[in-house]
C-alpha cells in the first residue's frame, strides 16, 4: 500500500517545482566547502538572502542535510536536476507506511486503519501541496515524516535513538516542531506499554469516570518516569541536541547570529502587506484562524465554476473527515491530550506568522499536525464505519483529488 500511494504521489503532478531547489543548491554547495552561493541566484529563487559577499537560503540546516543524498547524485553524475517528483514519492510512501504501522497496533478493523491513512494521505491539503515539490512543500513532507517516526518509536515500538533521529528530522525541516519536544519526552519517560495502546502495564485501561483525577496522575508519573530513565531520556536528545548546536553553528557562519535564520533579510519581505507588525506578532491570529478554519471556496462565472483560494482555503472545506477528531473518548486519554497539547502549541505558532503560506492548497503550514490528528483519530475511533463518517471521506477524497488537478494539471491556478 505505501509503495501503491508512492506512485500515485510521484505521477499526480506532470510539472513538479524542482526548480524551486533552495535546499538542493546550498547541499550541493556544502559538497564543495561553501555554505552559500558565490555569486547572484537565478530571479525566481528570491528567497536567498545577501550577506557578506555570498548568498544564503533561510532554511534551516536539518532541511539542507536532508537533500545531501540528491546533491551526491548530481557530484557524480548521476542527475542533474533537484529529483523533485521521486523525492515526493519517497516521503509519501514513508508516511503512509507509518501510518500504518501505527495503526496496526490499535485494536481495529484493517478497513478503519486504511480508510484513515489513505484519508490523511489523499483527503487532506497535504497531497496538493507535496506534490507541488518546491524546497518549501519538501521539508513540510520530511517533517511529517520525522514527526511520524518520532511518535512511533517513542509511544508504539520505544527505541529512543530512533525516535531521537527521526525528530532530529522533523523539527530540523520545520522549526516549530521542536516545541512538541517536552510532550515526546514525557510519553518516552512512561513505563512500558504491552497489552493494549496506552494501557498501564496488564492492559488495564483506567476507569472511564477517573478524568482529570487520572490525567494528573499520569502527568506526574510520566514525569517521575522521565527522571529515572535519564538513560533513555538522554539516548532520545542525543541527536537532535548535535543537529540544534550544528545548527546554531550554521546560523552564526550565514548570519553573524546562532539564533538568527535570514527570513527577515529576504529583499522586500518587509514590505509585504500581511508583515506589518514584523514576521511573527499576536496580531495576526484572529486573521490566520480564519484562513485556516473558515475562508470559502470561490465562485467564478466560467469554468471551473468553484475553485479554493490559491492562497489559503479552510481545512475543514474540503478535508471534513478530520472533524471526526472531536469525538469523545480515547483508549489512552493521557496519549490523546498530549497529542491535542502538540497540535495547540504549533498552530497558535503558525497563526503569528503573517503569511498563511503564500501559493497552496489550503493551509499547509497544518500538514505538520496531522501526524498528531491521526493519533487521535486511531485513539477515539469506533470499530465500525459510520454512512456519515463515509460521506465525510469520499467528499474529501473528491475536494482534493480536484484541487490536485487544478493545481497541477491546468492552467487556472498555477503561479
Not at 150 to 153: R, T
Not at 220 to 228: H, P, T
Given at each position: 500500500m505505501a509503495l501503491?500511494?508512492?506512485?500515485v504521489y510521484y505521477f499526480s503532478n506532470p510539472r513538479p517545482q524542482y526548480y524551486y531547489d533552495y535546499t538542493f543548491r546550498v547541499a550541493g554547495q556544502m559538497l564543495n566547502g561553501a555554505l552559500g552561493l558565490s555569486t547572484k541566484p537565478p530571479g525566481h529563487l528570491n528567497e536567498f538572502v545577501p550577506f557578506a559577499g555570498a548568498w544564503y537560503s533561510v532554511f534551516p540546516l536539518g532541511s539542507v542535510l536532508t537533500m545531501v543524498p540528491a546533491a551526491v547524485l548530481k557530484y557524480i553524475g548521476m542527475i542533474g536536476n533537484m529529483?523533485?517528483?521521486l523525492i515526493v514519492a519517497l516521503i509519501a510512501a514513508g508516511i503512509c507506511w507509518l501510518l500504518l504501522t501505527i495503526g496496526s497496533h490499535y485494536d481495529l478493523p484493517n478497513k478503519r486503519v486504511l480508510l484513515t491513512s489513505l484519508g490523511i494521505m489523499f483527503g487532506t491539503w497535504m497531497w496538493t501541496n507535496l506534490t507541488f515539490g518546491g524546497a518549501w512543500q519538501l521539508a513540510l513532507?520530511?517533517?511529517m515524516l520525522g514527526e511520524l517516526g518520532?511518535?512511533?518509536?517513542t509511544v508504539y515500538d520505544r527505541r529512543p535513538l530512533l525516535a531521537g533521529a527521526f525528530f532530529a528530522l522533523g523539527f530540523g525541516n520545520r522549526t516549530e516542531v521542536l516545541l512538541t519536544a517536552p510532550i515526546l519526552l514525557l510519553l518516552m519517560g512512561r513505563r512500558e506499554l504491552r497489552e493494549g495502546v496506552g494501557a498501564p502495564v496488564g492492559g488495564v485501561q483506567p476507569p472511564a469516570t477517573a478524568g482529570g483525577t487520572y490525567l494528573k496522575g499520569e502527568l506526574?508519573?510520566?514525569?517521575?518516569?522521565?527522571?529515572?530513565n535519564w538513560r533513555r531520556i538522554g539516548t532520545f536528545i542525543a541527536l537532535p541536541f548535535v543537529l540544534g548546536v550544528a545548527t546554531l553553528w550554521y546560523n552564526y557562519a550565514r548570519f553573524g547570529s546562532p539564533f538568527y535564520f535570514g527570513y527577515s533579510w529576504i529583499p522586500g519581505v518587509l514590505d509585504e502587506p500581511w508583515y506589518k507588525h514584523g514576521i511573527f506578532s499576536v496580531r495576526?491570529?484572529?486573521?490566520?484562524?480564519?484562513?485556516?478554519l473558515w475562508r470559502p471556496w470561490e465562485f467564478r462565472n466560467a469554468f471551473p465554476y468553484v475553485v479554493p483560494n490559491p492562497f489559503s482555503a479552510s481545512i475543514l472545506w474540503s478535508s471534513p473527515f478530520i472533524l471526526f477528531a472531536l469525538r469523545f473518548g480515547a483508549r489512552d486519554k493521557f496519549l490523546k491530550y498530549s497529542a491535542w497539547a502538540a497540535i495547540a502549541l504549533m498552530t497558535v505558532l503558525l497563526w503569528t506568522h503573517g503569511n498563511s503560506g503564500g501559493w497552496?492548497?489550503?493551509y499547509r503550514y497544518w500538514m505538520v499536525c496531522l501526524p498528531w490528528l491521526f493519533v487521535i483519530m486511531m485513539e477515539n475511533a469506533p470499530r465500525s464505519v459510520s454512512p456519515i463518517e463515509w460521506a465525510a471521506y469520499l467528499l474529501s477524497f473528491a475536494a482534493n483529488a480536484y484541487a490536485t488537478w487544478l493545481f497541477n494539471w491546468t492552467n487556472d491556478l498555477r503561479p
Open positions: 501503491a500511494v508512492g506512485v529529483p523533485a517528483a513532507g520530511f517533517a518520532a511518535i512511533y518509536f506526574l508519573d510520566a514525569i517521575r518516569q522521565a527522571v529515572q495576526y491570529i484572529p486573521r490566520q484562524a480564519w484562513e485556516m497552496q492548497f489550503g
